[in-house]
């Protein structure tokens, strides 16, 4: 019988990791109301993520996944972009990134007409990028911990508030810091956080130019 509390009793508390099956999951994020809800699962715990996006978070967002697909573009590196795509290993674990990328020979890994990516018949993508406005310590902690475990190569956390990227390098072992992209060819983080400086009094078109700039070697 499921311990999730009906209707009638206390909200479930929301952005935070809460003890749950797997099955009360499921039951939560299949609700009308959490349609719109990002939903991540590991170690028995489950986050649902329910605070609205604001603009910051928005801004940085478009910025950085702009900065890698025009430096993918630039550089001829195969890749796909899915923003808040969903990857599940049923059972057991569950995550809705910010931002995610596959990258090279993974490229056309997920076909077309997928809903929810099954980890237990494809990779995990190569990059995760999560955009931390308000979200910071778990971003760094649990979060990375679930990258971790379900195979993520690299994974970024953008701090909004100090206007840099966070990179990591991944393994089912742990993780290492980065000043430089291992997935992406040499990207340097310090580039990504001056990108993410300029846009306070720039707007994106000229950052964009800026970063092709930097980007094509000019």
Same mark, same amino acid.
């Given at each position: 019988?499921?311990?999730? @509390?009906?209707?009638?009793?206390?909200?479930?508390?929301?952005? =935070?990791?809460?003890?749950?099956?797997?099955?009360?999951?499921?039951?939560?994020?299949?609700?009308? =109301?959490?349609? @719109? /809800?990002?939903?991540?699962?590991?170690?028995?715990?489950?986050?649902?993520?329910?605070?609205?996006? %604001?603009? *910051?978070?928005?801004? +940085?967002? #478009?910025?950085? +996944?702009?900065?890698?697909?025009?430096?993918?573009?630039?550089?001829?590196?195969?890749?796909?972009?899915?923003?808040?795509?969903?990857? $599940?290993? /049923?059972?057991?674990?569950?995550?809705?990134?910010?931002?995610?990328?596959?990258?090279?020979?993974? #490229?056309?890994?997920?076909?077309? %007409?997928?809903?929810?990516? +099954?980890?237990? $018949?494809?990779?995990?993508?190569? &990059? !995760?990028?999560?955009?931390?406005?308000?979200?910071?310590?778990? +971003?760094?902690?649990?979060? $990375?911990?679930?990258?971790?475990?379900?195979?993520? @190569?690299?994974?970024?956390?953008?701090? !909004?508030?100090?206007?840099?990227?966070?990179?990591?390098?991944? =393994?089912?072992? %742990?993780?290492?810091?980065? *000043? !430089?992209?291992?997935? &992406?060819? %040499?990207?340097?983080?310090? &580039?990504?956080?001056?990108?993410?400086?300029?846009?306070?009094?720039?707007?994106?078109?000229?950052?964009?130019?800026?970063?092709?700039?930097?980007?094509?070697?000019?």
């Amino acid at each position: 019988m499921s311990s999730l @509390k009906t209707s009638s009793e206390p909200a479930l508390p929301t952005n =935070t990791w809460i003890a749950a099956s797997w099955e009360d999951y499921l039951q939560m994020v299949a609700k009308p =109301t959490l349609a @719109k /809800a990002k939903g991540y699962y590991h170690h028995n715990h489950m986050r649902i993520e329910m605070s609205p996006v %604001g603009h *910051d978070h928005a801004a +940085d967002n #478009a910025l950085i +996944d702009f900065a890698v697909q025009l430096f993918c573009t630039l550089r001829g590196i195969a890749f796909r972009g899915l923003v808040n795509c969903s990857y $599940r290993q /049923a059972g057991e674990r569950e995550c809705q990134p910010d931002s995610s990328y596959y990258l090279q020979e993974q #490229a056309q890994m997920i076909p077309w %007409g997928t809903t929810i990516v +099954d980890l237990n $018949r494809y990779p995990a993508p190569d &990059l !995760v990028i999560e955009i931390a406005a308000s979200s910071l310590l778990d +971003d760094q902690g649990n979060k $990375r911990a679930l990258y971790e475990v379900l195979g993520v @190569k690299e994974y970024w956390v953008v701090d !909004v508030q100090a206007m840099t990227v966070l990179a990591y390098a991944l =393994t089912p072992q %742990g993780s290492q810091r980065l *000043d !430089v992209s291992q997935v &992406l060819g %040499g990207l340097p983080m310090a &580039l990504l956080a001056t990108a993410l400086e300029r846009s306070r009094h720039q707007d994106q078109g000229q950052v964009g130019a800026w970063l092709l700039q930097e980007f094509s070697g000019a």
